[in-house]
Every structure is written in C-alpha cells, then in structure tokens.
C-alpha cells in the first residue's frame, strides 16, 4: 500500500478529528500532498492541499476549521479537523501528486461521520 489513510470515526458536531496519510518514502519525498472528500450522492472535491514546501490550500468549506501538514520525517499528512459539521459527513482520502510527472496516487478512504 502507497499511501495508508486513518483517523476517522463517528464524531459529535463540534468535535474534532486528526487524519493521517502515511506514505511510502519514496512518494512522500517528491509529492505534493492533498486531501479530498466524498459525500454520498456528490462529487470527489478537494478539502485541502500542502506542497513539498510547505504551502498550503484550503477549500472556503473548512477555512479556520482545518489544518493540514505533512512530517518529512515520517513521511506522513496530516489533518486537523475542528469545529465539526454534518455537512463534513464524508470519505476522506489522501492524494499524492508527483512533482515530476503529475502522476497520482490515491489512498483508500478514511470515513468521517458527523452526527450526533
């Protein structure tokens, strides 16, 4: 497995969550990093994205509620879910992008459940 999604569960609105995105070294280092989710019915969109350097991107949906980051060391992503809404209510998956050739690797889907 390229890429190892984790962290979901069931969580009450206003709670919060910490996915991860373990990936092989080898991805990891030459990748920019992103996460996407997936609610039943909708279509795959983009919650939020870092590059090798750093840079980060967030959709407007979770701008102040999300986090992402990524530890070069251990080759993993993270993200920081806050404030949780049912409309977070989702699969999440963890996306790596080459830099070199734009290929990407996609994660098996980690799902989030906001309900109380």
């Known amino acids: 497995v390229q890429l190892q999604a984790s962290g979901g569960g069931l969580v009450q609105p206003g709670g919060s969550l910490r996915l991860s995105c373990a990936a092989s070294?080898?991805?990891?280092?030459?990748?920019?990093m992103a996460w996407y989710r997936q609610a039943p019915g909708k279509q795959r969109e983009l919650v939020a994205a870092i590059t090798i350097g750093g840079t980060t991107n967030y959709a407007d949906s979770v701008k102040g509620r999300g986090t992402i980051s990524r530890d070069n060391a251990k080759n993993t992503m993270y993200l920081q879910m806050n404030n949780l809404k049912p409309e977070d209510t989702a699969v999440y998956y963890c996306?790596?992008?080459?830099?070199?050739?734009?290929?990407?690797?996609w994660g098996q889907g980690t799902q989030v459940t906001v309900s109380s």
């Open positions: 070294r080898y991805i990891f280092s030459i990748s920019n």
């Open positions: 996306n790596a992008r080459r830099i070199t050739n734009n290929y990407e690797f």
